[in-house]
């Protein structure tokens, strides 16, 4: 495609960014590549392709640039700067993916519909058709049946498809650029892989990336809260048990000569720490992977 438009337009062509031209329309593609064409090279019917086709440098600066908050969490996602956003007493985020079926014609209304469902999250564009939002007040095991209402209600009111896909809850820390980088990454896999459901999480899709995508399956994805939780021995036991009784509780008491409700308290602490819910099989299979994964990277490093 851009070699098609280099040749068409030539001269008037430029990948050299410069947002400050403004004798030209500035566009960015789905892998970020961004390109520029002079304004008077271009008929009506031509920009409104382009624009329905590449998403607009100055679609995506209103989108980004305000709100100050939004700015900070823009600087620290996508820019080399260590500083955490300043947003109040935050201990835990989790990000929430999108991509619709075809532009909307009006991205204003469908922000505050967001806003209006989640109570104070961030949303950011990365093209006309997809983003992802930041909840900085995510609940614990949070339930694909919400975010369903909320994508259900958004496909009524805006009548475009819409795919959802859920996130890890991961700390407010430094570490959380690199995670979502990979989480990034991750999604764009699993909806281009199985963009049937309208709801995915990322626990459910993960078995897929070890298939699809294996160099992505890498242990640095893995939430903080769940590395912490299966590195306690104790905890890590009882994992092992329940996933060995198939999730049976009473067997899995009974095998590790506790009581019922003490296994309880036990997978308890585990859900409110992590936000994985390990009653559930797609849960319990990505928490299984994930521990294999975190023994097979800690052995790596005592050989080395």
């Not at 590449?54 to 908050?69: G, P, Q, V």
């Not at 900070?72 to 991509?99: D, K, Q």
């Not at 890498?218 to 890590?236: A, G, H, T």
Request: aromatic share 14%.
């Amino acid at each position: 495609m851009l070699e098609k438009l280099k040749g068409y337009y030539q001269t008037a062509f430029t990948e050299q960014i410069n947002p400050d031209d403004n004798d030209k329309f500035w566009f960015q593609m789905e892998n970020g590549h961004t390109f520029g064409i002079t304004k008077t090279a271009l008929t009506n019917g031509e920009l409104n392709l382009l624009n329905h086709l590449f998403t607009s440098i100055d679609f995506l600066a209103e989108r980004i640039f305000n709100s100050r908050i939004k700015q900070e969490w823009h600087e620290f996602l996508f820019e080399h700067t260590n500083v955490l956003p300043a947003s109040g007493e935050i201990e835990a985020v989790r990000i929430f993916y999108f991509f619709l079926k075809s532009p909307l014609e009006d991205p204003n209304s469908f922000e505050e519909a967001i806003i209006g469902g989640f109570g104070q999250p961030v949303l950011f564009w990365q093209s006309r058709t997809h983003g992802f939002i930041v909840d900085q007040q995510p609940q614990g095991a949070f339930t694909k049946k919400e975010f369903n209402q909320l994508i259900d209600t958004l496909i009524s009111d805006f009548f475009v498809e819409i795919h959802g896909y859920i996130g890890q809850l991961n700390k407010f820390d430094l570490s959380l650029k690199e995670k979502f980088t990979y989480e990034c990454q991750c999604m764009e896999v699993i909806h281009q892989r199985t963009n049937q459901e309208k709801v995915i999480t990322f626990y459910e899709g993960f078995p897929l990336l070890l298939i699809e995508s294996p160099t992505l399956a890498d242990p640095r994805i893995l939430s903080d809260y769940l590395v912490e939780s299966v590195q306690e021995q104790e905890m890590l036991h009882t994992l092992q048990v329940f996933f060995q009784n198939n999730l049976n509780a009473s067997v899995t008491a009974k095998k590790l000569y506790i009581h019922r409700n003490s296994l309880q308290y036990r997978l308890d602490k585990f859900i409110e720490k992590t936000g994985i819910d390990i009653r559930s099989f797609s849960n319990a299979t990505f928490v299984m992977l994930a521990i294999f994964m975190i023994d097979k990277s800690n052995s790596v490093v005592q050989n080395a």
